[in-house]
């Protein structure tokens, strides 16, 4: 019977132990706060790490590019912003469309310089000697699904359109859609492998057809719903202008009006934007799955989800989290930069800093370390939650033993059961 008491006493004494180190562990101002805030759903402050403009480096994005904010021509956007803001997080600012980027030309970082007369001594430069006779056209992106079947990819476009205007790249094909001419870039489509379909110079209804009649048919793993993530852009041929990007606006000379694979470096860019779009989305949506789990958790100290869905979630996490970093080439530079000469791949970088991939991805890292965090969290509740239970069974199992041997011991003395 004494050995019973002391076994518990000692439940006892365990439990108050682990129900304070649960409390401390619940309650946030008992933690240590460590780490940087990083928030999910609005605007960020910069990164450290990020470098400012000017240094080689992808310069900082100021707003989440979640799915109300997706890039497409300036106007007004149709959605509220306000309308997906997590409760505590900041109303994000617009995006900065104006931030101008230069572009080099094919010998280096030199920029496209219109070619001027050289004026006499006092003789004034003429302001008509160059006409200004831009060129301007559409660049749409649609990302359709997790990838595109290469091999089917291949035979449909050799039977769909004539030899010789299929061309194969490393991750990409080329079809040579309209002829160029010498005053009208004509029409280029790009395949990526990872389920983007890039389109210069076309209108929309040309567009859905490339989309629907040969994009459709070879998707594997298409998006929720079959609803496209959809960036736009412009370019913009020009005699008189540097060559740069702008305003979602790129400006090259007019004398690359003609060469594809000058589009296709830029191309590349804009196609892995529009995927890390997909992925942005995504986690958007998490956030929103799981924001109201921590509030009900502050309010009433319980979570009324089951611990089955909160490995789910982590598992949901864990493969966006993946794929971002290991399997999509979202983070990998193109190889066919490998043997291209490097005016493409400068090209190429200058579009990547300008779309601020390499900031994008480590705030989407960010934010996946922050959901992480939670959801480990809101586990560990459910873990603790669950071991009291047994402690309490196991004590009242004690209890029921020590009365039993208390009416045994009773009995022993003849104060019970005796006749």
């Excluded at 402050?45 to 021509?73: C, D, H, N």
């Excluded at 699904?145 to 769909?160: C, G, I, P, Q, V």
Aim: net charge negative; glycine share 6%.
């Amino acid at each position: 019977l004494v050995i019973n008491l002391v076994t518990l006493l000692d439940c006892l004494m365990a439990y108050y132990v682990a129900y304070d180190a649960n409390e401390d562990q619940m309650h946030p101002h008992n933690r240590k706060k460590e780490g940087v805030y990083v928030p999910l759903l609005a605007g960020s402050p910069p990164l450290s790490s990020a470098r400012q403009p000017g240094q080689g480096q992808p310069m900082q994005r100021r707003t989440s590019p979640a799915p109300e904010y997706r890039r497409g021509p300036p106007g007004p956007r149709s959605k509220n912003p306000a309308a997906t803001i997590a409760p505590g997080q900041p109303i994000p600012a617009g995006r900065q469309r104006d931030k101008f980027v230069p572009l080099p030309d094919e010998d280096g970082d030199a920029q496209f310089a219109p070619s001027f007369p050289t004026p006499q001594i006092f003789e004034d430069l003429p302001s008509h000697t160059i006409e200004d006779t831009s060129i301007r056209g559409r660049i749409t992106l649609y990302c359709l699904a997790e990838s595109f079947d290469r091999k089917k990819l291949d035979e449909l476009l050799k039977l769909t359109y004539p030899s010789g205007t299929v061309l194969s790249y490393p991750d990409c094909f080329y079809v040579d859609y309209l002829k160029s001419t010498d005053d009208d870039p004509g029409g280029d489509i790009f395949f990526f492998d990872y389920g983007v379909v890039a389109c210069w110079g076309m209108t929309k209804s040309q567009e859905m057809t490339v989309v629907r009649g040969i994009a459709r048919q070879v998707q594997v793993q298409p998006l929720p719903d079959n609803k496209p993530e959809l960036d736009e852009f412009q370019y913009n041929f020009s005699v008189t202008e540097k060559p740069h990007v702008q305003n979602d606006t790129v400006t090259l000379h007019k004398r690359y009006m003609k060469e594809h694979k000058m589009k296709l470096a830029i191309s590349y860019a804009l196609a892995q934007s529009t995927k890390l779009s997909v992925y942005e989305k995504r986690v958007v949506d998490i956030v929103l799955e799981t924001k109201n789990l921590p509030e009900s958790l502050a309010e009433t100290g319980e979570v009324d989800v089951h611990s089955n869905d909160i490995a789910k979630l982590i598992g949901k996490v864990f493969l966006q989290k993946s794929a971002v970093n290991l399997l999509s080439s979202v983070l990998d530079t193109p190889e066919f930069f490998w043997h291209a000469p490097d005016s493409y791949s400068s090209l190429y970088n200058r579009v990547d800093e300008y779309l601020e991939l390499e900031a994008r991805v480590e705030l989407l890292n960010s934010r996946f370390s922050v959901l992480q965090e939670m959801l480990d969290m809101l586990r560990d509740h459910q873990n603790n939650y669950h071991n009291v239970r047994l402690e309490w069974i196991v004590i009242w199992l004690i209890v029921i033993e020590v009365f039993v041997g208390f009416f045994e011991l009773l009995g022993l003395v003849g104060l019970v059961g005796s006749q």
